[in-house]
């Protein structure tokens, strides 16, 4: 299919459209593209639902192909979520066009599908500043705009909160609709199915819009998957059982479908579920081709689809961690992975199309991977679950009474674990190092460095002894990947990095051994690796406590609860005279920013250690 490359006089300008002469505005473009600027320029003025609502309807699909391009021009600018995003551009306008927002309530689960939303709902103006620091989210936000009914950045959360407003809408007698627009990846979580049984018997005007594409990040798994795939419109099936009127399935792009039908329910006031099918990535050839690669992007030039941010030859913290299984997986047979949703998240890819038959993704079900987990591990396989740290958090209730509890051998690579960046607080990793230390039973490693990362996991597999958390960051090392040979190394054990004097001992946990490593630069202050988090290494902390005047505790997680307690608390119990300083996350949620900007503003960066190092010496000295 050709494609034609036209320039508007605007700024936001139309990089490039497939001709399909099925379709008018394609028409138009084919013919007359002066015309067509001129339509498109139209359309840039649309900010709000009030605006879009002044258009014809035979107008819409021309301005869901605006919409579609504005917003591969503005992700190709800023990065960020990129395939779901065009895979709702039709659901958005229609939504919008059809209901009174926001005063009729529409929650997007997951939430990275919510951009064309924010655009037509106030926020267009800045999306420049899409994911930067003070700029808007990625994800939905109460506090950015009314239009906002919920913050959503997890899955499987917008059935229960639409349910939550339907059932105050009822009590407070306010008459409005309540639209849950779910994927059929989130679908698989258990509280979907919990929302889900207590939505079919509620009695309220609910509506449950299943956006099914087949995929979340990766292909959705599952008998729920294949169940919508085959499903057509029938009186009866699962969601009539449950309770609800089912419309569908239709097609999620054909406005002429959409359209009607969303009209048409607006005057049933009794949960029901539409079901529409749509393509992720739709509009953008290179995101419908590869849509795993597509769900998240780096900055791109849009007409080639390359990537336009300076790569490098250093290796993501992910793929260490996924070569590194693969080659244990090779010579231990009772090596298995569990994953929920995030094969290629997690890089367990390398071991999936190794051995496929040892690699479960179990869907977007935290808290059943943790138990499925338990399972494999009490039939004396070796279960490593992959999981990023703001996942295990829905685990909590499976990691303690399943896993710890029974002291199962059950490995946890705890992935982004620390500050994540652009996607901001919904998925920082900064709890799991509070959370996870009251838990008995439990070995909680912060590898500094590929090689400890790799030898890490090659020990807890070969001496599985209960539970054993290895938490690593988002990112890269500062070295491409390196396949040395793999060595068990004492797992309770932390290590000096450098001995510069008996002033000040400071102690990095993880990766943020860097930044130590740069503040200490021409001080008299060692450097020690907290490596071993829980149990804590008495014998290395007894002999800093008898030699130094001034401990830095420095970590990437809450302060509350966090490494630096521990260390407090030990301090405390040997009787430490000397100073005791932890530096970490605030008591605050941090927001989306870059991680350098994140790490200054909550006093991590090398900048405020150094600070904080100069403040001390002026008090010991």
């Not at 700024?11 to 007359?32: C, G, Q, T």
């Not at 329910?265 to 029901?272: A, C, E, L, R, Y």
């Not at 539970?467 to 190394?489: D, H, Q, S, W």
């Not at 870059?594 to 150094?610: F, K, N, V």
């Given at each position: ?92 306008v229609a939504l919008h066009y059809v209901f009174n927002t926001p005063e009729d309530i529409v929650i997007w689960d997951v939430g990275h599908q919510a951009y064309a939303h924010k655009i037509l709902t106030e926020r ?193 913290y992910q793929d260490i961690f996924g070569k590194t299984l693969l080659e244990i997986a090779e010579n231990n047979t009772k090596v298995v992975a569990v994953t929920p949703a995030m094969i290629s998240g997690s890089s ?107 030898n890490a996991l090659y020990t807890a597999v070969s001496e599985p002894k209960g539970p054993i958390v290895i938490r690593y960051p988002r990112g890269k090392a500062k070295e491409e990947f390196k396949a040395t040979k ?136």
């Amino acid at each position: 299919m050709p494609l034609i490359k036209t320039y508007c006089k605007s700024k936001h300008y139309i990089a490039f459209v497939k001709v399909d002469f099925n379709r008018s505005i394609h028409a138009l473009i084919s013919s007359n593209l002066s015309y067509f600027c001129s339509v498109f320029e139209h359309f840039n003025d649309i900010d709000s639902p009030t605006k879009l609502k002044q258009l014809k309807t035979s107008e819409l699909k021309a301005y869901s192909d605006w919409l579609r391009q504005f917003l591969i021009g503005k992700i190709s600018e800023t990065g960020g979520h990129f395939a779901a995003n065009l895979g709702v551009i039709e659901l958005s306008v229609a939504l919008h066009y059809v209901f009174n927002t926001p005063e009729d309530i529409v929650i997007w689960d997951v939430g990275h599908q919510a951009y064309a939303h924010k655009i037509l709902t106030e926020r267009k103006n800045n999306f420049d500043t899409l994911r930067q620091k003070n700029g808007i989210s990625g994800f939905p936000k109460m506090e950015e705009s009314a239009f906002d009914a919920f913050g959503t950045a997890h899955s499987s959360t917008s059935i229960s909160a639409a349910l939550g407003y339907a059932q105050a809408a009822r009590l407070q007698n306010i008459a409005r609709h309540h639209i849950a627009v779910i994927g059929d990846g989130a679908m698989s979580a258990g509280q979907a199915f919990e929302a889900l049984n207590n939505a079919g018997v509620s009695n309220t005007n609910i509506t449950i819009l299943i956006n099914d594409n087949h995929i979340g990040i990766d292909p959705s798994q599952g008998a729920l998957g294949e169940y919508l795939e085959r499903l057509e419109n029938r009186k009866d099936n699962l969601f009539t059982d449950f309770g609800f009127q089912y419309f569908g399935p239709i097609d999620g792009h054909d406005l002429d479908q959409l359209l009607p039908l969303l009209e048409s329910i607006k005057s049933i006031d009794t949960p029901k579920i539409v079901h529409i099918r749509t393509v992720k990535g739709k509009g953008y050839a290179p995101a419908e081709a590869e849509q795993t690669k597509w769900h998240s992007t780096s900055r791109f030039d849009k007409l080639s689809g390359k990537n336009t941010v300076e790569s490098d030859s250093f290796v993501k913290y992910q793929d260490i961690f996924g070569k590194t299984l693969l080659e244990i997986a090779e010579n231990n047979t009772k090596v298995v992975a569990v994953t929920p949703a995030m094969i290629s998240g997690s890089s367990l890819h390398f071991m999936q199309e190794k051995f496929p038959e040892r690699v479960f993704d179990v869907g977007i079900a935290e808290q059943h991977a943790l138990t499925f987990s338990a399972g494999l591990a009490a039939s004396g396989l070796i279960p490593v679950c992959c999981i990023y740290s703001t996942f295990l958090q829905r685990g909590y209730d499976q990691l303690i009474h399943d896993v710890a509890l029974q002291n199962l051998p059950v490995i946890f690579a705890v992935d982004r674990a620390g500050l994540v960046g652009e996607d901001g607080p919904t998925h920082h990793g900064v709890f799991d190092i509070a959370f996870l230390q009251t838990i008995p039973n439990i070995t909680i490693l912060s590898p500094a460095n590929q090689q400890d990362l790799r030898n890490a996991l090659y020990t807890a597999v070969s001496e599985p002894k209960g539970p054993i958390v290895i938490r690593y960051p988002r990112g890269k090392a500062k070295e491409e990947f390196k396949a040395t040979k793999l060595t068990n190394i004492p797992l309770n054990k932390g290590k000096m990095v450098s001995d510069n004097g008996h002033k000040i001992a400071l102690v990095s946990v993880g990766t943020m051994q860097e930044e130590c490593l740069s503040a200490i630069q021409g001080t008299e202050v060692s450097l020690f690796d907290g490596f071993c988090i829980k149990p804590i290494d008495r014998t290395m902390f007894e002999a800093i406590f008898s030699q130094y005047s001034a401990v830095i505790i420095v970590e990437e997680g809450q302060i509350i609860g966090g490494f630096g307690s521990s260390v407090l608390q030990l301090a405390n119990e040997l009787n430490y005279k000397g100073i005791v300083r932890t530096l970490g996350i605030p008591d605050v949620f941090v927001g989306h920013a870059s991680i350098s900007e994140q790490r200054h503003s909550a006093g991590i960066d090398a900048s405020t250690i150094r600070q904080t190092i100069e403040d001390i010496l002026l008090t010991i000295n």
